[in-house]
């Protein structure tokens, strides 16, 4: 029999910069340590600074001035408890607690600023901030077969939550590229999952409005300056003369004239400086253009998720292009109507095979003796998914063959009328 | 072509899947020289199969066609050949999820039966993890084996014959997660609990009968397990389709202020050359009956010791 191997207890103690999850009882917070900063939990203020050290799942008490003690005995229910329940920090559980996140608790935590670090539980923040309850979310890694070493395509509003999960499944093995729509991506709730640095490698970015560019070939990825310009040689030599004007003024004794000459330079370096940097900026983000281009324009990604409050039937349609042929999809939507049109465009257009819309329940129950019964029903409000594989693309004609059957399949029910 | 690594072409050996129509698959295994019989006609693998595509379309030889598809976990689940009841994908993500499983998780199992959920789970925990598989049925177990290796899964997997009660998985203080499929999972928790890792891991118990689930709950509480919880989950499938509803005949329009204007308002969508003009609406009706009880999945996280 195998022994185990022993834990480094190194890699499980907290550390400033750690995202922790809190636990009360059945509540759970999850925040950042960090040095001296006051916590809200349950009611209370607290400081996190003496768990720095101590092992993920201690017990502590809070004590005078807000400073956190260690609790010496075993003890369920009122004590505060430390927890880390997975190898990167964040605790998905299933605490059915949904509905304890009241309206004063949303305001609290929009007073605060989500930025990823004051998040509850991901249960809670999923049917909040974007309706996807996590069954919904369940579905949608395992019916788009996530998996390390694939190359996926993302295309969701929900604060970077299905954008992590994604990620987290694909274990920082193989890449992921974001659509987004707008600006820039938003990774708010991709932050609190903690990945390792090397994972924000395999993560890449496109712009939905340079989509149609792509696919028609025209997609510019020159080099070019800030106006829009190609790079010249010029630019430099102005940066090279300014640099020396601003080691002239030396002396001890400076005259009027000489300090507006000083406050002159300085700005001229000042905007030099601002110039350089978004010379910088610029090229970066061309480089990451480019090398999400260069992983879309092969037209094989290996899957497609679609989880957003944008109408997904154009969303679908665009995206779609870009996955080889026997590829899994999925599309989530709070509603079905939207669904059932991508359900029909697909049918007419082709290209997509075991089209299926479904939605799922969800029911707890209380495991007791002699008391054991279900507690809470979830249903309709995880929204809806609407799930195929891709196809080599066929012509009219030939996917007639498979169009009737469906039909014949369909007159057999009773009391249904549909058309021919 | 593996379980847990896409792959373009189609090669000798790999396992495809055959798409002849709604809900009507079959795996296959390709073969220099062999032949499959589809409903269309037969399917030749040398010149069919071996070069093409996945997702490509296949003209057998009465005239019809195919699509040949890569193999994933979900379309295995729905065609594989049944030994034991199976889990479906419904349980099967929601498990997957609820376990924190992803790639380099190293989880235990048992039973095996007819290796559903463990295809999920091994390409869930691709490449860097591993699956201890214990099943007490000799052939099971030795199907299992046979079937990850023609899956070109076998280096990921281990599966052991014995009684999980009895002799638990075959490995200590190593599993990041276990699964329990039996029918007494209580007498497999002290087991359950020594697989995994010191600094705690998930519990998932699977269990048809509520009465299971009772005996389980205790043992979980009594070994120490925390945060239990016990869910099911149902998926609705919602038929989409295009219905034709008639339009009632009010008699001739006389006096416009009176007379009712609703049948001719809605008339965009008019089916010509019937009586009664009609509209035809897109809709998603759900089935007249919901899918039925699998099975309870209880859930608990054992502590760090």
Sequence with gaps: MAESVNDSDAESRISFGDYVVLKRGDVFKSVQVENKKKVIFEKQWFFLDNAVGQLFGTRFEIGAGGSLKLKAAKHSGDSLDSKEAGQDNRHILDDGKSQKLTRDDIETLKEQGLKGQHLYSIVNVFVYFSHLRYDTLAQILTLGNIHAGSKILVFETCA???????????????????????????????????????????????????????????????????DGNRRSESSQETSGVSEERSSEPQSMEVSVDQQEEMRRVERERLREQKAQEKKVKMEEKRKKLASAAALLEGRNADGLVIASRFHPCPVLMGLLKFIAPSRPFVVYCQYREPLIECYTKLREQGGAISLRLTDS???????????????LLMSGGGGYLLSGTTVAADSAKTRNQHK???????????????SA | MSFVEYSEIIQEGDVVIIFQGHESMMPIKVQS???????????????????????????CSKGGWVYVLHPTPELWTVNLPHRTQILYTTDIANITLMLELKPGSVVCESGTGSGSLSHSILRTIAPT???????????????????????????????????????????????DAVFLDIPSPWEAITHAKS???????????????????????????????????????????????????????????????????????????????????????????????????????????????
């Excluded at chain 2, 020289?33 to 003209?59: C, E, M, N, P, W």
Aim: glycine fraction near 10%.
């Design chain 1, 160 to 226: 970077g939550l299905v954008l992590g999960s994604v990620m987290e499944r694909m274990g920082g093995f193989g890449s992921v590229i974001q659509m987004y729509p707008g600006g820039g991506p938003t990774r708010a709730g991709m932050e609190s999952f903690g990945f390792p640095s090397h994972f924000h490698e395999t993560l890449h970015e496109f712009p939905l409005c340079k989509v149609n560019a792509l696919l028609a070939g025209t997609l510019d990825l020159s080099e070019k300056d800030a």
């Design chain 2, 129 to 175: 993890g591993h699956l201890h598989t214990v099943e007490f049925h000799a052939q099971r177990a030795e199907k299992a084996m046979q079937e990850f290796k023609e899956h070109k899964v076998s280096h990921l997997v281990t599966v052991r014959n014995q009684d999980v009660c009895k002799d638990g998985f075959g490995i200590t203080g190593i599993a």
């Design chain 2, 33 to 59: 020289g062999a032949q499959t019989q589809t409903r269309y006609g037969a399917i030749r693998h040398s010149s069919d199969l071996i070069g093409q595509r996945f997702g490509s379309k296949v003209t």
């Design chain 1, 361 to 375: 329940w969800l029911r707890h129950y209380q495991v007791l003796p002699n008391r054991t019964h279900p507690v």
């Design chain 1, 404 to 418: 009737s059957e469906e039909h014949v399949a369909k007159r057999l029910k009773l009391d249904e009328i549909s």
């Design chain 2, 195 to 305: 697989a995994i890792k010191r600094k705690g891991g998930r519990i998932c118990s699977f269990s048809p009968c509520i009465e299971q689930v009772q005996r389980t709950c205790e043992a979980l509480l009594d070994h120490g397990f925390e945060e239990i919880c016990t869910l099911e989950v149902l998926l609705r499938v919602h038929d989409v389709r295009t219905v034709t509803l008639p339009l009632p005949d009010f008699g001739p329009e006389e006096d416009s202020t009176d007379s009712c204007q609703l049948a001719s308002d809605l008339s965009q969508d008019e089916v010509p050359n019937t009586g009664n003009s009609s509209v035809i609406c897109r809709t998603a009706t759900p089935p007249r009956e919901m899918a039925g009880h699998t099975g309870y999945l209880t859930f608990a996280t054992k502590p760090r010791d």
